[in-house]
């Protein structure tokens, strides 16, 4: 069961950091490539407590749905978004905001488990953990680019 953690200093303030984290305009942006697009749920704007999302994208070749459901939220500093239903057996993904001087260290905490047991775990060791972390990482410098530049008003209003 991989637990893949990241941290990225963004020097912005950490409302619009944690805002364009849960945006869901910003994540179909970040991930284009795969052509995720959020299909059902709350499907544009910025995810709040208790509200689910379903995805819709095409990883390693093979189109997936997936929902997710935002589980724990505190303003602006944490939320957690858990898989209600999809591919993986279970999925957790803390998102952790810290004010700095320089503005916000922003941590991701993805605890997932693959699905078909063995088979599952002999993936995560040849390809998926590797995969999920580029994914991760890819949305990360997305999110880091916008909140320092002056994009972010495309996504969310002023804090």
Not at 30 to 52: F, K, Q, Y
Not at 145 to 152: H, K, R, S, T
Request: glycine share 6%; proline share 3%; charged share 30%.
């Amino acid at each position: 069961m991989p637990i893949i953690k990241l941290e990225l200093q963004i020097n912005a303030p950490i409302e619009r950091v944690f805002d364009l984290a849960r945006s869901i305009d910003l994540h179909e942006d970040s991930l284009s490539r795969t052509g995720e697009r959020a299909v059902g749920g709350r499907t544009n704007g910025l995810l709040a407590e208790g509200e689910t999302v379903i995805w819709e994208a095409r990883h390693l070749g093979i189109t997936q749905r997936l929902s997710s459901k935002i589980v724990k939220y505190d303003r602006p500093n944490h939320f957690r978004d858990s898989m209600q239903k999809g591919v993986f057996s279970r999925f957790d993904h803390d998102h952790f905001f810290f004010e700095r001087e320089t503005g916000t260290m922003m941590s991701d905490v993805f605890d997932y488990r693959s699905p078909f047991s063995v088979f599952g775990l002999i993936a995560d060791r040849l390809f998926l953990e590797k995969y999920m972390t580029c994914l991760l990482i890819e949305r990360n410098k997305v999110i880091k680019q916008v909140a320092e530049g002056g994009n972010w008003r495309r996504f969310i209003s002023e804090n």
